[in-house]
Each structure stands twice: as C-alpha cells, then as structure tokens.
C-alpha cells in the first residue's frame, strides 16, 4: 500500500518467536491499540467520573465488540492507579467495584442475585451468612432484632451500607443489555429506578456499559433521563476517511505485535478485514487472536489473508450482524436535529453562535425549476 | 499518507493489598475509663458487616492459622444472644 512505512525492527520482544503458542498469543492479546473512538470514550467517561452530578448514571453504549470492555478495563485501572496515588487513603476503601450482569434462566432479571453479586465484588466476607438487625422500641426501650433470611430489599440496603464503608469512586455494570430482560414498560422503569436509587442514595456515580439493546431504557421518563450521561462509541464507517484511516492504523499497530518472524502484510487487504469485522476492533482482535493462534501452532512464518479466511465469520452472520447494529445505531442517534428543539423551545431557527457547521446535515433549499444555478454561469470580469 | 504511528494501552491494573478485608471501625472510648470491651467490640464489628459473632470470628480463622475450638464458637454464640427473627 502506497505510503505506509515499514518499520524493520519488530515491536515484540524477538524471545517470544521462541517461545510457546500459548505464549505468543498471551503477548498478543494483551496488547491494546488505543484507538480514537476508545481514546475519545473514555477520556470522557473519565471526565464524566471527576465532575460527576447528584445521582448520576453514565451509559457506555455501542456494538459488541466495539471496545466496551476496553474502555471499562482502563477505566478500573486508571481508578486505581489515582487511588493508589492518594498519600493518605482510607485502609477499608476501595477504588472501584462492579459486576458483569448475569443473564438469568427464564428471561428474568434477579435483583438478589445481582446485588449479592455485587457483595462478593466489594469483597464482603460471608456474604452467604448476611443477617439484617434492625431496632424496634417496645415502650421506652430500644430492642435489637435480628433476622436470617434476607429479601432483596434488605440486601440493597446492606449493600448501601456496605457501599457508604468502601466508598468506590465508581460502581460499574458490564452487559447492562440483561437489564431489560423484564416484562413490560412499567418494569424497564423500575429497573432504571433501582439503578438510580443506588447512585442517589450511596452518591456513587454509577456507570453501565452495554450494547444497543439498552436503547429501550432511554426516553422512558424525563425524571431518569436528566440522570443518565450518555456516552457513544461508535463502530468504524467505510464512508468517512477518518475513520478508514483509524481502522488502518489499528490493522497496522495490531500486525506489527504478532510475533511471527516476518511481519504480517494485513493493512495492504484492510477493507478485506473491515468488511470480516463490521469495523469494530474488538470483532477484528478476536479474528486475528484465532487466526495468529491457529498459525502459532503450526510454527508459520508469517500470517496470510487466506490463513485469516478460515477463521471469517459466514458472510450471512456477518450481515444478520450488520443490520442489528445499524438499526441500534439508528434508534441511538435520533434523528431529531437541532433545529426541531430550537423550535419546540420557541427560539428562532437559526443559532447566530453555532453557525452551520454543528448542523451538518441540514438541507440546502431546492430551487424553483427553470432557475439557474448561479454557479453554471461565468462571471465576466472578475478574472 | 496515512500516519502509522499507534499507541499502545497498557492494560494492567496494579494490585492494592492496602485495603482492609474487615471495616476499620474505632473501638469506643479509648483513653477513658469507659473504653469499650473486647466483646463490645466484636459484637459491634458483627453488627457492622452484618454478620453474627460466630461467622465473623469462624471468617477470621480461615483468613489466618488461627484455629477457633467449638467450645470457644459455643461461647460466642452466648455473645450473639438473642433468637433469630426468620421474616422473609
């Protein structure tokens, strides 16, 4: 490919051609190229965690396999590399906590086992073993009561008190999409409010992460909507040069850490690997972490499109694939423009601060037939 | 030209042994002469982290050597005193 320079040196370590597969692709896995759309997300969602509002929940939207997980991993590490800093912390804090969501047999989602979940993630001891005490007053004494068995109420306030003594700077939830595994409206609604309540009520911001399922949990009352901080990251567009430009530089980063003694030529066939990965990395990383794998075993020297082929998904998932995650995008990004809020607020259409350039996509006026575009006709004397 | 240069995330997440495994809780009145007593304060850390006094001190043998006899958890189950309250 035109322009693309070959560095010779290998950026692995050169032992690791000597080493095991297992070993080789350990190495590759590990490596994460930092890619603009994580860049921008999770600059964000660190930004969103410094400042956070009363009660607030940051939703990490986007396609599986977008970066998601990356974006979650990083920031549990920059978390804790900030608490570690701290010269004097607290002995029983902890920097952060949280819980992949479980998806539960029969389509319901569990709150107990979810929160109990969570006990475990904050390190509880004997979470099994929970009892709840509460004082009653009998006559003008306080009585100390005790019970064993434990309703999911009880263990959202043992969890808010455990939550008050560890003090997270953030609680995270992976795969928020089970969350709408509820019946009807009324319970997506319920299950927002019990998010809500925990970050109000333990001042902890709460951040999910989840694909576009989680659509359905938006717009469901203006109350929780003021709440949630929405963060997109958007999959790589072949129409946009920027984007093929990222995509490339991700091929090209993630080919020169596989440890093969001859380096891969991956990006010259990059809309080959764009079209097998819808432009989502995470999809690319697997198939290349399978493929490089696959090759490791039988000790080749490089990594070939045709040894990727094998490891393709069919064209037919691919584009099952293809069209949920579009028609998840669409319903994200609303189309509403905003012109049609400056409308519904009664100000003029046009914003004197913000000239064109924020509303892109706005559609310039036809013109009456029979009038000529201006621009066809040469103007004299203006040469 | 495409601009090849890329960054590397580095992914690991350092380890913090610092954080206690039970709640760092104060014991009462200390300098005083009413400076609360050990079983006030076992029994105040059990309520703490929402446990009786025999699972906190039976949790506490397994994360060291120490080795608890039943007859000591019998006492301590004096300790825990009243019945439980089965509500579900």
Redesign the interface.
């Known amino acids: 490919m035109k322009g693309i320079q070959h560095m010779d040196t290998p950026q692995f370590p050169l032992e690791l051609l000597q080493a095991s597969a297992e070993a080789r692709k350990a190495y590759f896995s590990s490596k994460v190229i930092a890619h603009p759309s994580i860049v921008h997300a999770h600059t964000l969602l660190m930004s969103a965690l410094r400042h956070p509002t009363d009660g607030q929940i940051v939703m990490v939207i986007g396609a599986p396999g977008v970066g998601k997980t990356t974006v979650r991993k990083t920031m549990v590490r920059d978390l804790t590399t900030q608490f570690l800093a701290q010269p004097e912390r607290h002995p029983g804090h902890l920097p952060v906590a949280g819980i992949e969501l479980e998806a539960f047999g029969g389509g319901n989602f569990k709150w107990k086992q979810t929160r109990q979940a969570l006990l475990h993630a904050l390190h509880e001891p004997q979470v099994d073993k929970k009892v709840w005490y509460s004082t009653t007053t009998e006559g003008e004494h306080a009585v100390l009561q005790r019970s064993t068995r434990l309703s999911s109420d009880d263990l959202g306030e043992l969890l808010l008190t455990v939550l008050a003594q560890r003090q997270p700077q953030a609680l995270w939830f992976d795969e928020g999409q089970h969350l709408i595994k509820v019946a009807g409206a009324r319970g997506l609604l319920d299950q927002l409010d019990v998010l809500k309540s925990l970050a109000n009520r333990s001042c902890i911001p709460t951040v999910l992460f989840g694909t576009y399922e989680m659509n359905v949990l938006l717009g469901l009352s203006p109350q929780l909507d003021r709440r949630i901080f929405r963060i997109h990251i958007p999959r790589y567009y072949a129409t946009k040069p920027a984007d093929v430009a990222a995509f490339q530089q991700v091929l090209f980063g993630l080919q020169k850490h596989l440890p093969f003694p001859e380096e891969p030529h991956l990006v010259e066939d990059w809309e080959y690997f764009f079209t097998g990965s819808l432009g989502c990395v995470g999809i690319l990383k697997d198939w290349l972490y399978q493929a490089a794998g696959a090759a490791f075993d039988r000790d080749e020297r490089t990594l070939t499109r045709s040894m990727c082929e094998m490891w393709a998904r069919e064209t037919d998932v691919l584009v099952d694939m293809l069209q949920r995650i579009t028609s998840g995008e669409t319903q994200f990004i609303q189309e509403h423009s905003a012109t049609d809020l400056r409308t519904l607020l009664g100000l003029s259409v046009t914003d004197k601060a913000t000239s064109s350039s924020t509303r892109p996509k706005t559609s310039t006026p036809k013109s009456r037939p029979g009038t000529r575009n201006p621009a066809r006709d040469k103007v004299v004397g203006h040469g | 030209?495409?601009?090849?240069?890329?960054?590397?995330?580095?992914?690991?997440?350092?380890a913090?042994p610092?954080?206690?495994?039970?709640?760092?809780l104060a014991p009462v009145g200390v300098g005083t002469p009413f400076v609360e007593s050990l079983t006030g304060y076992l029994k105040r850390l059990a309520?703490?982290?929402?446990?009786?006094v025999v699972?906190?001190v039976?949790?506490c043998s397994t994360q060291t050597d120490m080795h608890v006899l039943p007859s000591t958890l019998q006492k301590l189950s004096r300790i825990d005193g009243?019945t439980?309250?089965?509500?579900?």
């Open positions: 030209m495409v601009e090849m240069e890329t960054t590397v995330w580095e992914m690991h997440t350092p913090y610092s954080t206690s495994v039970l709640y760092p309520q703490a982290h929402h446990l009786k699972d906190l039976t949790f009243m439980d309250s089965g509500q579900a």
